[in-house]
């Protein structure tokens, strides 16, 4: 008999969950409580998919044999209720993809940073001739490639969203980067469910396997000592190695895995800042892991060219910097950004608070930032926790608002940091259309 499977969420990740189970023999059906966008209904199409939009026909998903799910549909949504209560098995398109392939698989999770190593590691596996593939987060739908175009090796940056619907999934490298309070929305805003989902990319290791994580990270810390991994453990931090792992000393990284040893000055690194030491030294593990060349590494790191969205130097306008930092969808992540800045800087801040606490950013504003552009249907937390800060807060309701604003509020040789803490949501598609946005309305001026 047939497997029915469903796909809720018709997206880039379900769109490429659709095309792999058709190419297995199931029966598919795909539906999206939203509009589904041209290029993806296009597709599902041309496969001969059947799909339905705006709504989800209780009955027909209920049908399902597997629900494979979109990982921004929630749990509290009713049709997620309605599948539980019927006990039908629900996965994500990673786990779904992995069943499917035998590639070997370099996994990235974290609250921040998690883009920029994920691309630097793909970086490095092109540089060294490796046929790699990118998904997860990034690049293409991991199952989409496994129906098309098989890699010999995936690098997949992981949401806690997509880890928690991953079972028998393994990671034969797992890169933890970083936990910090993040989503807590959707994790009964209990910080020990969020840490838990981050650290299912450790689930179905075994002492084959690598486990690569941020050693100055105290809640990384606090939960490695009270869990057993399989996996051999790398771990990476911004002072000294003690051991086997990645270290800093006398501004050179230092790396010792085993016998294999690996050094660079960081003054040499493509990204510089203390965060993009981590990020660099996380994807020199990665690389060594799997037997990239040290030469080859090396070159990777010196050449890397950043990320869109992610501490962009986007653009300078009568001696005013415009930095596109859309990518920052937390408060650690922005503490990252401000604590970067070297010139006065006017921030844009807000969009959909997720629970954020932003005492951890006062200090940096009071250091660093001289007005603040609030960009979101409600402002009144950021107001709250910086109000007599700094000397001007505006509102503003629309990115050409936010970021006139901010050009009359600075001044020649300020920074204008986009870096707005909270998720997009209210006011964009995503964190890239804030970002484009952003670029649009500088280039505007």
């Given at each position: 008999m047939k497997e029915r499977i469903v796909?809720?969420?018709?997206?880039?990740?379900?769109?490429?969950?659709?095309?792999?189970?058709?190419?297995?023999?199931?029966?598919?059906?795909?539906?999206d409580a939203g509009k589904i966008r041209e290029k993806?209904?296009?597709?599902?199409?041309?496969?001969?998919?059947?799909?339905?939009?705006?709504?989800?026909?209780?009955?027909?998903?209920?049908?399902?044999t597997l629900v494979i799910k979109s990982p921004g549909i929630p749990e509290k949504a009713p049709v997620m209720q309605a599948v539980r209560a019927q006990g039908i098995p629900v996965v994500s398109e990673i786990e779904f993809a992995a069943r499917h392939t035998r590639a070997l698989k370099i996994c990235i999770t974290g609250s921040n940073g998690k883009t920029t190593t994920t691309?630097?590691?793909?970086?490095?596996?092109?540089?060294?001739?490796?046929?790699?593939?990118?998904a997860g987060n990034v690049g293409s739908s991991f199952a989409r490639q496994v129906a098309e175009e098989e890699h010999a090796v995936y690098v997949i940056e992981l949401s806690?969203?997509?880890?928690?619907?991953m079972y028998d999934f393994r990671a034969e490298v797992a890169v933890l980067m970083?936990?910090?309070?993040?989503?807590?929305d959707r994790y009964n805003y209990r910080m020990q469910n969020y840490v838990d989902a981050k650290f299912r990319i450790t689930r179905n290791q075994t002492p084959d396997d690598w486990?690569?994580?941020?050693?100055?990270?105290?809640?990384?810390?606090?939960?490695?000592?009270?869990?057993?991994?399989?996996a051999t453990c790398i771990p990476f931090s911004l002072g000294p190695r003690h051991g086997d792992g990645a270290g800093i000393l006398n501004d050179h990284i230092d790396i010792h895995i085993h016998k294999n040893r690996f050094s660079m000055s960081i003054l040499d690194l493509a990204l510089q800042g203390k965060h993009?030491?981590?990020?660099?030294?996380?994807?020199?593990?990665?690389?060594?892991?799997?037997?990239?060349?040290?030469?080859?590494?090396?070159?990777?790191?010196?050449d890397f060219q950043g990320v869109e969205h992610r501490l962009e130097r986007f653009l300078k306008v009568h001696g005013i910097e415009f930095i596109n930092d859309s990518k920052a969808t937390n408060v650690n992540s922005t503490w990252y950004a401000l604590e970067s800045m070297t010139h006065p800087v006017v921030w844009i801040a807000g969009g959909v608070d997720k629970g954020n606490d932003y005492t951890m950013l006062c200090d940096l504003v009071r250091e660093k930032v001289k007005a603040i552009v609030c960009l979101g249907v409600d402002n009144a937390k950021i107001h709250k926790a910086f109000d007599g800060m700094v000397k001007n807060i505006v509102d503003a309701s629309s990115m050409a608002e936010a970021v006139k604003s901010a050009y009359y509020l600075a001044r020649n040789g300020d920074t204008v940091l986009l870096s707005p803490a909270c998720a997009s949501f209210d006011l964009f598609e995503n964190y890239e259309d804030r970002g484009h946005q952003f670029k649009q309305e500088v280039r505007n001026l």
């Open positions: 796909i809720l969420g018709a997206g880039e990740s379900g769109t490429g969950a659709a095309i792999l189970a058709l190419k297995k023999g199931c029966e598919v059906f795909v539906s993806y209904r296009k597709t599902l199409e041309e496969y001969g998919v059947e799909w339905e939009e705006g709504a989800h026909t209780i009955e027909r998903v209920l049908a399902a691309l630097l590691i793909h970086h490095m596996l092109k540089k060294a001739g490796i046929n790699a593939g990118l806690s969203f997509q880890l928690d619907d970083n936990i910090t309070p993040d989503h807590l486990f690569i994580y941020f050693a100055d990270d105290e809640v990384i810390s606090r939960e490695l000592a009270r869990r057993q991994l399989a993009n030491a981590c990020n660099s030294m996380a994807a020199a593990i990665s690389g060594m892991v799997v037997g990239i060349r040290n030469e080859r590494i090396r070159e990777s790191l010196t």
